[in-house]
């Protein structure tokens, strides 16, 4: 065996998640993960919430495998397949163009990922985790595709995936070509246009769902009224607003457009057939308890959002801290999540919110994440795998 082939090539990378603003939901191609709408999302700080995946691969390897957190992956599925295709296909142009390149394109690859969140319980798990493989084997064969080609390949994986290969403010144009080549995500922002921008994850369940995103938005493709109002007229004039904000770091017209955005998609899942429900009561009260916090700061400083999960994100600047972050602890002190002192910032008495609201967060709330506006991918040399191919403990 020559040495290049008992070589063990590796490449690392961390991913971010990206929460939706303005909603996708729906394919008009389920085989190539084509939306039926655009969509714009804020890029998490990846302090908080990433993926770190390494990429190897070695002719010693016998076949391709995944470690999702520990746990082996079935990775015959077509959406995994196609970003392994597409992958070594651009690796095998480049390998074609340099003969003396290994042939890294034949070789088997070996994944691994670690989330330091849990996984398919409304935090776009399948989003950062398709963002970091992809990113990871581009880098593990030396690809020089932008962000914006590269999100074409992860799309395949995750629609949403495309996202989470940028930082900041992130759009996915959804595209009309069959062939989807114009279906990919740009940069809106970066992170450092708003720094201020503040995030905090109120997680009411840490379960995988009950229905997964997958299988609710192809019900609610097929059998709901309002979903193809929302697709044609809602989220194509809802796109032009948002980034109008953004682009004057409005937020309370960002604000609003994230709730009256959640609360449209949410809606369409309803008038599914089944339908279906993706927020609880905790949920619920959550969103009373944004409305309270409103009312008493005497304008909008607060915005949530919902994905196919129970889990609030709530947007806020920096500088409604003490309104935002002091409000729900006041309520919530007792979980798990929160940073710095443990004192509710001399605000909770200000906010007149029913008892029932406060009970239904108190029973249903698991913990807190408070994050930010974050970066897209970074490569890195913490690798999962050792030189040998032998798996490593990640360090937290």
């Avoid at 691969?57 to 391709?64: E, G, I, L, V």
């Avoid at 070996?110 to 776009?124: D, E, K, Q, Y």
């Avoid at 029913?354 to 913490?382: F, H």
Wanted: glycine share 8%.
């Amino acid at each position: 065996m020559e040495p290049h082939q008992k070589r063990v090539y590796r490449a690392s990378t961390t991913a971010p998640v990206n929460i939706a603003v303005i909603k996708y939901w729906g394919k008009r191609d389920a085989s190539l993960n084509l939306p039926t709408n655009s969509s714009l999302s804020v890029t998490l700080n990846q302090r908080d919430l990433r993926t770190h995946t390494t990429a190897a691969c070695s002719a010693s390897f016998t076949s391709d495998s995944l470690l999702l957190n520990g746990s082996p992956q079935d990775i015959s599925g077509a959406r995994t397949q196609a970003c392994f295709r597409e992958l070594r296909a651009l690796r095998k142009q480049l390998e074609l163009s340099r003969p003396a390149l290994p042939p890294l394109s034949a070789y088997p690859l070996r994944i691994v990922s670690v989330n330091n969140f849990p996984t398919a319980a409304g935090l776009a798990s399948s989003a950062a985790g398709f963002a970091a493989l992809v990113r990871a084997i581009a880098d593990l064969y030396e690809l020089q595709n932008s962000p914006e080609e590269l999100s074409r390949i992860a799309r395949q994986g995750s629609g949403s995936a495309c996202r989470s290969l940028f930082g900041g403010f992130v759009a996915w144009n959804m595209g009309d070509r069959v062939n989807g080549t114009d279906s990919m995500a740009s940069a809106v922002a970066p992170a450092a246009h708003w720094p201020e921008m503040r995030a905090l994850i109120i997680v009411a369940s840490d379960a995988q769902k009950d229905i997964s995103s997958t299988a609710g938005m192809q019900a609610t493709v097929e059998t709901s009224v309002l979903f193809q109002t929302r697709a044609r007229d809602v989220v194509p004039t809802r796109m032009k607003q948002m980034e109008a904000a953004i682009e004057v770091r409005d937020f309370s017209t960002f604000a609003l457009l994230s709730m009256r955005d959640s609360n449209n998609f949410h809606a369409t899942c309803a008038d599914t057939w089944p339908p279906v429900f993706y927020l609880n009561d905790t949920s619920k009260a959550a969103i009373r308890m944004v409305e309270a916090i409103n009312i008493a700061a005497e304008e909008i400083v607060a915005g949530y959002t919902f994905d196919a999960g129970p889990n609030a994100v709530v947007f806020f600047e920096d500088r409604w801290t003490n309104w935002v972050v002091g409000g729900f602890r006041a309520v919530l002190g007792h979980v798990q999540g929160w940073k710095g002192r443990g004192e509710d910032m001399g605000v909770g008495g200000a906010i007149q919110v029913e008892e029932r609201v406060k009970e239904a967060l108190r029973a249903g709330v698991k913990s807190v994440i408070q994050t930010g506006i974050g970066e897209g991918p970074i490569s890195m040399d913490d690798h999962l795998i050792a030189e040998t191919g032998a798996l490593v403990q990640e360090k937290r």
